[in-house]
């Protein structure tokens, strides 16, 4: 009898070209995805070495990090940007590399991209050079970020070397209370395991709650798996994965489709599999999600009180702990409850989707924005974008009095023009509150779609169940 | 070709604060340049300098007590982004090693394929390293990477690293070049699944 294993383990070892005592196992990528950001010293060692791109139809590239989200007809005003978006346009071209640019049809955050194009499919390998390419693993593969260096070993052989993480299964059942998101969800877990709990594992997400999801919702909850340390985290395809994917313009078409979801429904976790740790959680004590730290393992319940020092585990988290709360303005013990917001940001790889814009659409429709906050909402790909206006969602954030812009990484990271000043509050839906993330000095509340909604709504931390009762 | 690494005899720098993420190691509006070099200038950017780009004294990188080719940082350092910038900066700003008692995974991945050595040590000799560069700055570290030992004063611990990747630091050698060797199989590995 062959042994049981995880699905992590029968994808992986499904894909290793060559395994060595004492070496790392030479990995094969199925798919790998590029951006402007960590491609071009990748395709520079190409040119060195004098090879070329071992399989250019395994490789899809587009332009998100660096890109305005107004004006994208315009040339990119910064130059530094504008030079970094040429260069993969002139890489693309000299390696043959399909690229959706700037203003293709297809472009977008490359994580909303792939999965939305039918590129992302069950089983699996996928790699890109950011880390939360994690999110790719809600259809059943196995899709982690990797840095430059690896970049150009995919595109030079169409591998990677790596270790083979050790596995941990997270278990949630019951059914999620009023309010509460994937994005509830994955915060929960974070805030339970910490920023480096997962560190050295591959999860995979199971039992009823996350089987009830979307694929819009299980993408949040494997994007987020980085932010616990977790190389990846992958969810086993189902009927609502098939469903999702058929008809995509990449994935197989007709009966090779159907020939095919036969195949992907072979892949689970064998009765019986040991995987190296198991976490279980309630769904039932999961609430709506806010972070108030400088982490993402700094995440309370919003009704919750901000931690002090003496809650904490060990005494060597003081500093970075102090340090954290005085960044961010807030006092340990306070209510983060009625906390003021300056900034609301609804985007990013985490929650840019359809899904996300029509929750937030039904929560504000009718309803106008405080005052004094400045609300984005940036679609997570030109798709997006243009479903969402022909459902006419434009015209109720525009009543509302919120910007419906156009794709790209946006405030997640500050890189492009989308910055959040200096010592304002901003309550977004990214998946980092790290200090400077989303501009030099900005602070940021990490938390759903619905509970940004709602803090556009009354310019403060509000819990969106309030909202909800009226 | 990397550079090789040895041995390595430095001072270091004590940096005692935990889950340092590469977005405070390289912000990512510094991340535009399309080439390897020149990242060490911002290293740290925003710790480093006040928003009027003086540096500020009270960050240890400012401070002229504490030098050296070895960065010694609390726990879960290099946390976030896979940004290979990161580890680009520290060893353009002159790093050849980071000691900590964790690493995240992608960190550790991208310094080891940029001659950047990360050494992870227990609490207990993390807080014996800290406390001896606090009170002597001048006090130096070992690094012996063919015997994997870290030693400071009279203490010394050792460190793993898996026997690949030692080999691939001491030699100079990179990953490309092993999976170079290997296109003849991923070849027939890519026909067949298509």
């Given at each position: 009898m062959t042994k049981a294993k995880t699905l992590f383990e029968k994808i992986w070892d499904a894909h290793v070209v060559k395994r060595q005592e004492g070496h790392p196992d030479a990995l094969f990528i199925d798919r790998h995805f590029i951006h402007e950001v960590t491609s071009p010293q990748a395709f520079d060692g190409l040119r060195k070495r004098g090879i070329g791109v071992f399989n250019t139809a395994r490789t899809s590239a587009t332009a998100d990090h660096n890109v305005p989200t107004k004006d994208q007809h315009l040339p990119i005003k910064e130059a530094l940007s504008r030079h970094q978006v040429e260069t993969l346009r002139k890489n693309c071209e000299a390696f043959g590399i399909?690229?959706?640019?700037?203003?293709?049809?297809?472009?977008?955050?490359?994580?909303?991209?792939?999965?939305?194009?039918?590129?992302?499919?069950?089983g699996m390998t996928i790699v890109c050079g950011d880390s939360h390419t994690s999110t790719h693993?809600?259809?059943?593969?196995?899709?982690?970020?990797?840095?430059?260096?690896?970049?150009?070993?995919?595109?030079?052989?169409?591998?990677?070397?790596?270790h083979k993480p050790k596995t941990m299964k997270i278990e949630i059942n019951g059914s999620l209370g009023k309010g509460v998101l994937a994005k509830d969800i994955i915060l929960y877990i974070i805030a339970k395991l910490s920023a480096s709990g997962a560190t050295g594992y591959f999860i995979e997400y199971a039992g009823s709650t996350i089987e009830s999801l979307s694929m819009e919702a299980r993408?949040?909850?494997?994007?987020?798996?980085?932010?616990?340390?977790?190389?990846?985290?992958?969810?086993?395809?189902d009927e609502t994965t098939f469903n999702y994917m058929r008809g995509r313009k990449f994935a197989p078409q007709g009966e090779d489709f159907e020939r095919?979801?036969?195949?992907?429904?072979?892949?689970?976790?064998?009765?019986?599999?040991?995987?190296?740790?198991?976490?279980?959680f309630d769904a039932a004590d999961i609430a709506p999600m806010i972070t108030y730290g400088t982490n993402p393992g700094m995440g309370i319940k919003i009704t919750d009180r901000i931690p002090n020092t003496r809650e904490l585990k060990e005494i060597g988290e003081y500093a970075s702990f102090n340090k954290s709360l005085e960044y961010m303005g807030l006092e340990g013990g306070s209510s983060?409850?009625?906390?003021?917001?300056?900034?609301?940001?609804?985007?990013?790889?985490?929650?840019?989707?359809?899904?996300?814009?029509?929750?937030?659409?039904?929560?504000?429709?009718?309803?106008?924005?405080?005052?004094?906050?400045?609300?984005?909402?940036?679609?997570?790909s030109k798709q997006v974008e243009e479903q969402a206006r022909k459902e006419g969602l434009d015209k109720i954030f525009e009543a509302a009095g919120f910007e419906l812009r156009s794709p790209g990484c946006s405030a997640c990271l500050g890189m492009n023009e989308d910055k959040v000043p200096a010592g304002k509050y901003c309550i977004s839906t990214s998946n980092?509150?790290?200090?400077?993330?989303?501009?030099?000095k900005s602070r940021t509340f990490l938390a759903s779609p619905l509970s940004a909604a709602a803090a556009a709504i009354t310019g403060k931390v509000t819990d969106v169940r309030d909202l909800m009762d009226t | 070709m990397k550079e090789k690494f040895t041995t390595l005899i430095s001072t270091a720098v004590p940096l005692s604060i935990e889950n340092i993420d590469t977005d405070q190691i390289i912000p990512a509006?510094?991340?535009?340049?399309?080439?390897?070099?020149?990242?060490?200038?911002?290293?740290?950017?925003?710790?480093?300098?006040?928003?009027?780009?003086?540096?500020?004294?009270?960050?240890?990188?400012?401070?002229?007590?504490?030098?050296?080719k070895i960065l010694v940082a609390g726990k879960n350092f290099g946390c976030g982004s896979s940004r290979e910038h990161a580890a680009w900066a520290l060893y353009d700003y002159g790093f050849r090693v980071i000691i900590s008692s964790f690493f995240a995974d992608i960190f550790k991945n991208n310094a080891l394929n940029n001659a950047?050595?990360?050494?992870?040590?227990?609490?207990?000799?993390?807080?014996?390293?800290?406390?001896?560069?606090?009170?002597?700055?001048?006090?130096?570290?070992?690094?012996?990477?063919?015997?994997?030992?870290?030693?400071?004063g009279h203490s010394s611990e050792h460190f793993d690293i898996n026997a690949y990747k030692k080999t691939c630091l001491i030699n100079g050698y990179d990953d490309i070049d092993y999976l170079l060797d290997l296109r003849p199989e991923i070849k027939k590995f890519d026909l067949l699944h298509k």
């Open positions: 399909e690229l959706y640019d700037l203003g293709h049809p297809f472009q977008g955050i490359v994580h909303i991209i792939g999965p939305e194009l039918g590129l992302t499919q069950p693993g809600a259809f059943g593969n196995i899709a982690f970020g990797i840095g430059t260096s690896e970049v150009e070993q995919v595109l030079a052989t169409q591998c990677v070397l790596q993408m949040t909850i494997c994007n987020m798996s980085i932010e616990m340390g977790a190389r990846g985290g992958l969810i086993a395809p095919k979801v036969e195949d992907w429904r072979k892949l689970k976790t064998d009765d019986g599999a040991a995987y190296d740790l198991i976490v279980k983060i409850l009625g906390k003021a917001i300056d900034y609301v940001f609804i985007g990013s790889c985490t929650n840019a989707r359809m899904e996300d814009l029509r929750l937030v659409a039904d929560m504000v429709k009718g309803k106008k924005k405080a005052e004094h906050v400045e609300v984005w909402i940036v679609p997570g980092r509150n790290f200090e400077g993330r989303q501009g030099p | 509006r510094f991340l535009k340049a399309t080439t390897r070099e020149g990242f060490g200038n911002n290293l740290f950017r925003d710790w480093r300098y006040d928003a009027a780009e003086n540096p500020k004294a009270s960050f240890v990188l400012n401070d002229n007590r504490y030098s050296g950047l050595l990360p050494i992870q040590v227990s609490d207990a000799f993390l807080l014996e390293i800290f406390n001896k560069i606090e009170s002597d700055p001048n006090t130096s570290i070992t690094i012996d990477l063919e015997n994997q030992k870290v030693s400071i």
